[in-house]
């Protein structure tokens, strides 16, 4: 029996890489490794050359991702990406087109966010949005944390004046975070995992959540499931969810009554532009507003104005997603003293990527195997 093509159009990174083409080919599947963002190329093809077959090509660019997809009029059954790499209309027509021996059917994404699916078009073609939903919650719960602590404890200015040679006071002590309410937007994965770092060192912690509540409790359908069922074990976040924060009326009711706000909420049709001028206007005087969601929730020139405005209640942000990244990253927020910024790294610890990588390969075997039981599925 032939066995199914997958590209990995970004593979894992350093030693994970082994590991995830391990799994894949366990899987019996075969490979087509993209090595453009492969560190160490010449090594790859030491290492895998006659396991798995080469290409190089920027997977941002469409018109190369379309062709290497289809190359000879072969195909291939999935496509695995972790970096969010668009996959649009014109994507998916030509990957399934007539005549190809192996149109696609698959789509992994190693991570929780699917946003740069189409996700409608993928449904016309018939071709299946797997990700890896809770992967990387306990990496970004610690991201968001250790945003907060640098913003609130004035982290990066101290150090910057110390490489200078400036021996700097603090002009104002800060509230220590036991002084706080968090409030997190989106109270899922990784909204607990924090919401259970946030009340261990003291925060009151409140929540709002789009979805009502229909019962009480953790275990409350607003709040995602600690996990997922896997088709085969992999490694995963040693924590659980942390416990369910308290819930709030509404959104604005949130951003009045908060001193640090954090996103954690997927890039919808409802929730893009979520947070706006209006909604920046509410927040308490000194907030704090971090986001490791996606960009589009966030209104940044917004943001950037009212970053810009001393008599503005928002005091400082700290930023790991954008509306544009990658090559094409661009922001308002560039150059602002009191906006951290990240390059989209929240999720990216070692756990964290591999648990997402080993899942990934898992789901889209079992996809291809025609075992959809317990493997998470996105439409539209």
């Known amino acids: 029996m032939e066995r199914s093509r997958v590209l990995l159009v970004d593979a894992a990174p350093g030693a994970l890489l082994g590991q995830e083409l391990e799994r894949l080919l366990g899987h019996g599947l075969a490979v087509t490794l993209n090595l453009r963002r492969v560190a160490d190329g010449a090594g790859a093809r030491a290492d895998w050359g006659g396991r ?37 209309a014109a994507f998916l027509a030509g990957a399934t087109r007539p005549g190809l021996a192996h149109p696609l059917r698959v789509i992994g994404r190693a991570g929780a ?10 449904a016309r073609h018939g071709v299946t949005v797997t990700h890896t939903p809770g992967s990387n919650a306990d990496a970004v719960a610690e991201f968001a944390l250790a945003q907060l602590l640098a913003l609130t ?13 400036e021996w700097r006071a603090a002009t104002a002590p800060p509230e220590e975070l036991s002084e706080l309410t968090l409030g997190i937007v989106g109270p899922g994965r990784i909204g607990r995992a924090l919401a259970g770092r ?33 088709p085969t074990p992999t490694p995963a976040p040693a924590s659980a ?26 890039l919808t049709p409802e929730t893009r532009g979520l947070i706006g001028r209006a909604e920046l206007a509410l927040m308490r005087p000194g907030a704090i507003l971090l986001n490791t969601a996606r960009g589009g929730i966030v209104d940044e020139q917004a943001l950037a104005d009212a970053l810009r405005d001393p008599a503005h209640p928002l005091a400082a942000a700290a930023v790991d997603t954008f509306e544009h990244e990658h090559a094409a990253f661009a922001s308002p927020l560039f150059g602002l003293p009191n906006a951290l910024l990240t390059p989209h790294v929240a999720g990216m610890t070692r756990t964290a990527m591999a ?8 789901h889209i075997a079992a996809l291809l195997a025609g075992r959809p039981e317990g493997i998470p599925v996105v439409t539209a």
């Open 52 to 88: 798995v077959d080469f290409t190089d090509f920027d997977p941002f660019d469409e018109a190369a991702l379309l062709a290497e997809t289809v190359r000879d009029g072969l195909g291939h059954h999935a496509v695995k990406s972790r970096a969010g790499v668009p996959l649009r």
């Open 113 to 122: 966010g699917t946003d740069h699916v189409e996700l409608a078009a993928a």
């Open 153 to 165: 404890r004035g982290l990066r200015s101290y150090d910057e004046a110390a490489h200078r040679g």
């Open 198 to 230: 946030a009340s261990a060192l003291g925060m009151e912690v409140q929540a709002f959540s789009r979805r009502p509540a229909t019962t009480s409790g953790p275990s409350a359908p607003d709040l995602a499931p600690a996990s997922t069922p896997q």
């Open 241 to 266: 969810p942390g416990p369910a924060p308290r819930p709030n009326r509404s959104l604005p009711d949130l951003l009045a009554t908060s001193d640090v706000v954090s996103l954690h909420l997927p």
């Open 355 to 362: 648990t997402a990588a080993l899942r990934c390969a898992d």
